[in-house]
């Protein structure tokens, strides 16, 4: 798993690469977590380059989700694969999370 993150003006892209599961999600929470002590009110989170997410990934999702609201700050998610696409569709998770299409998208939603 890859993770980059930078500042967009308005707020914080990461990109995730590659898996998050059972092995990695800690790092990845890691990550998050560093972006989150900054006390940001937006976070674009690209999943074009996510390939697999483990209920152990898709849990840090909901937490930053959560940590996100109860800031009144926003999580958007976007560019996800069709597959992973359908893992949030199955798990209801795609009516708590804002998902786009692409960055663009997500700037103006």
């Known amino acids: 798993m890859n993770i980059t993150t930078q500042n967009t003006g308005d707020g914080i892209l990461i990109q995730v690469e590659g898996r ?3 092995t990695n999600y800690n790092e990845f929470e890691s990550a ?3 972006v989150l002590k ?3 009110k937006q976070i674009y989170l690209d999943c074009n380059g996510l390939n697999y ?3 152990s990934g898709l849990r840090i999702f909901l937490t930053v989700q959560k940590k996100m609201m109860a ?3 926003k999580l958007k ?3 996800m694969q069709p597959a992973i696409k359908e893992i949030f569709d199955i798990s209801g998770f795609s009516s708590i ?3 786009y299409p692409d960055m663009d998208a997500a ?3």
């Open 32 to 34: 998050v977590n560093e």
């Open 77 to 79: 998610l976007f560019a």
């Open 53 to 55: 997410i483990s209920s």
């Open 97 to 99: 999370f804002s998902i």
């Open 107 to 109: 700037k103006q939603g």
């Open 20 to 22: 998050i599961d059972t």
């Open 38 to 40: 900054d006390d940001v």
């Open 71 to 73: 800031v009144g700050g």
